[in-house]
């Protein structure tokens, strides 16, 4: 073989897809030579669906990530051009951020980041083969291969293949085998992979049409602006630091006559046909399985967004389809604005494989390949910022193996990172996994605003987390201490002018001789720490970041508490480790079923134990008074 | 390799029967290793004979023989997984002395069995999947039950009634917390304003507890049902420890003497000076499947005697804890204002009491005093024990009637239980206070989960760290 290209690499991340850019980021800039693959140079960290970041639970995420170190955050502030904090009514465990980027913006933005990153090469090529060796019964990765044969030799490696695995594009009676956009899929590492052991399954999902604005009249819809006050996703930026004119985006529905034309030829319809065997996401519908799914409604929301200042192209949010062409244009001129609108880009359903990501641990790791890791949709997940997160875990954690130091695992308590990656290597999930605010246990404490104070110390700890930025931190936390204790023991006096206010703000006005304190007060549903300032009078010029801190520690102390609790419970059963070598056949108190699942996924503790789908909690009794006998 | 366990299954006091369980893979090498049987040269006496050699013994019969030269014994054996630790058993029936059972343990304990710990043998039934947590807590119940009503709930909670009861209430906390989710999830499709419309339009075979109402609304009707549930914990003790009963009635009324009557021996001093019974004195007798625990008081009256004043302190202490509250009422002295005072705090308490007219041997009838219309009295002479039958059956009577009816409704009796369900009400409640409070519906599903989870721990539908182990330290040796 001595006309092959051979290389020696630290570390191969192959794919530049969300989940590769963090991986390759956060391997690179712990020291580790690294080198990236892509199919495409040009298509580094891709938007082919959604024109933003963020979103309700996935804001959550992308601030995660960034408290950890991560690049997203800082992308999305650079190239965002508009921005909203959504569902401000609620509480604000679910406050999340979304941001609508430019999409080619994203890309030339990431792209410049990564080629300027030491230790990161990227390389335009398929990875056709992992290989590995096997030394004393473990199997540890050598080397990727790709298809010109180029043979890279790697201690570690990170599977962040996206969609791009045989994948196949799918409307009404036309299917491609490609990649989104049309980009080349990979259609060799299957087969390395089923070669390894690895069991790998088939998912679907999909993506709305791409519509020219230019033949659509916005006048027809509602309006939707950016908010006034922008927020950015990066701990390290400040709102000053990112301000720019946002783009609207606008409002639009579908009606009776969409749905009917819908239900007329929803036997054309792949999905329903049968001629998409993967499993689609629930949670992600197409417009088609929304018609069929909810009979009732009489129209459906759809959200019309810029795919970027470059472009004329709309996004068509909720309107994700696998239809026949002809029907997707008869059903988008139903709707108000789109009469006469004309197509840039089929919606299309896309298959591709991926794999059973129960194979993996907690650090993104297979459980029998040292070595080899997988982060992305190739896990089952679906979403860029799903995929963002689960790369960097993997770059950090193989980066950390490398050189010897302990790996990080978040555990559900910690963040919604660690909420999603035990979701996926414990419960063996049938259809894309997205991640939502009902999967957090803890949401109280999870929160987008503080995500810094969760995360920022580990990112820092891991290196990826710069001392000044750092700092930064230590001096916010100290400075929400300290207004906190401040406010605790600032006792308010039953004044005319207190009252007086208390009363215009629909607040029970003190009685005489029962002083409360600025904390009794910021408790009182109709109050907030803001709306208080007026009768606050010793109070400091504070970052909106410690005021918001401020408030919500105080506001919501009760609840935290009693989450707190929770969490103190729930880590009890989170540190009763299962050895390794148990063997489950032999505690005949356990179902047939749970013995399978446990034999077969091998939790590390009694609380990953239960989360399995088939383990009940009768057997994880039975499975603690065992380990305890 | 699991060890081989034994015990001895039956009380340690002198007994007609005694049994010593042997639970494990060794049971039928152990017993083949100290059994002797009949043979035709020396009898059946001498114990030297052989039995057919254990190891081939069909399961689940009963042979005769001798442990050694220690007892005759009846030996019944079972196979694995057909006992009720799911292992090889046998279980070896003795003569009942506490001597002679241990010296037959200490035999089986010297051939390659260890000492059982408490609950071992039930740990097991429950390792082996033979029984559930809840049945296990039950089967605890069962041995710890004073008398039949108490055996009958446990069974009763054996069987599920609790557990029904309890799953229903769980159901409705999930899928009102389903709800809020779907609406934090999925806002385009689902508002808590919809909720009449999308849960209450579900059909499941039982009431719908969404139908027509709020969400505040449905939560009232929830805590309602834990409320109900804990309701029965106080009928639930008194099956399971006996009724509480506190004998009041002025110095002298005859108190002890009544005591005595039911007990039928002489135990508390009966005296005819006024306030000699300063100590309270608990005993307890069982009437037709209820235990009575009583307790005898000193005598209450308004007193200026120190030592005297600390007994009917304590008197009126035990009648607010009281289950039951026997007011004796001297029948050959005018009413007083004791007698006034003492109802009045009896009313004012709402205690259950039943009102003994006393000394009717020394009365002429019908100079009974007026006690009340409707309270419940019995005429009783407690010298010459008149009376008596007919105030027990009063007594029986006045807990069976009405509020409990053992075998079908859920009586809680677990003290683990009732504890649950108070956590639960408290986070149901808590729950409501946030609507009332008007935050936003993301709070309320914080305590919704922790409802959930302590209803789930009442049946083992949830986890917690030392939930197996609390249960089966209750265990005894033996079980």
Redesign the interface.
Known sequence: MDNCVYEKYDIAIVGAGHAGCEAALAAARLGLKTIMFTVSVDSVAMMPCNPNIGG?SKGHLVCELDALGGEMGKNIDKTYIQSRML?E???P??HSLRAQADKQAYIREMRKTLENTENLTIRQAEVAEILVEEENGMRHVTAVKTVSGATYDVRRAVLCTGVYLKARCIFGEVSEYTGPNGLKAANHLTASLIDLKIPVKRFKTGTPARVDGRSVDFSKMQIQEGDGFVRPFSFSNEPEDIKIDQVPCYLTYTNEETHQIIRENIDRSPLFSGAIKGTGPR?CPSIEDKVMR?PD?DR??IFVEPEGLYTNEVYLSGMSSSMPEDVQYRMIRTMPGFEHASIVRNAYAIEYDCIDATALKSTLEFKDIKGLYAAGQINGSSGYEEAAVQGFMAGVNAALSFKGEEEVVLSRSDAYIGVLIDDLVTKESQEPYRM???RA?Y??LLRQDNADLRLREIGHRIGLVSDADYEKFLQKKAAIDEEAARLESTMVGATEKTNEFLIAHNSDPLKEGHGVSMSDLIKR?ELSYEILAPIDKKRPELSWRVREQVNIRIK?EG?IK??MI?VE?FK??ES?RIPEDIDYNE?????LEARQKLSRIRPAN?GQA?RISGVS??D???L???L?? | MTETIAAIATGLTPAGIGIVRISGPESYTIISKILRGCSRRNGCETGNGTVSSPLSWKPNRIHYGFIKDIDEVLVMNMRA?HSYT?EDTIEINCHGGPYMMRRILDEVLNNGARLAEPGEFT?RA????RI??AQAEAVIDIINSTNDNAARASVAQLKGSVSEAVKEIRHDILGLTAFV??V??????YSMDDMDATLGSMDEGRENIFKGRSAKDALNVVSERIEGLIATYKYGRVIREGINTCILGKPNAGKSSLLNALLGEERAIVTDIPGTTRDVITESLVIDGLTLNIMDTAGIRETDDAVEKIGVRKAYEYAAKADLVIYVIDSTVPMDEDDVSIMKFINEHGIKAVYVVNKIDSTKSGSLPFVGAEQLCCPVSALTGEGISALLSTIRKMFESGDISYNSEAVITNERHVELLKEALRSVK?VIDSIN???????Y???L??AYKSL?LII??????D???RI?ADFCMGK
């Open positions: 309700s569902n009514s609620k509480g465990a679910v949670y909810f409604k459906h929301q939502m605010t009902s246990e949401r109280l549903p919501y609840y009693r989450q929770q419970q009890k059963l009763r505690i005949k108190g356990l179902r009694i239960g909690p009768a994880v009794n039975v603690l008074v065992y305890k006998c | 997984p799911g740990k429950f390792l082996n999947g559930d947590l989710e779907a934090l999830d999925d806002p385009e499709h808590a409070a008007g935050m936003p519906e993301d709070f599903t914080i305590d989960m922790d789930g083992g539908e949830e986890t917690e760290d939930l197996a182990d089966f």
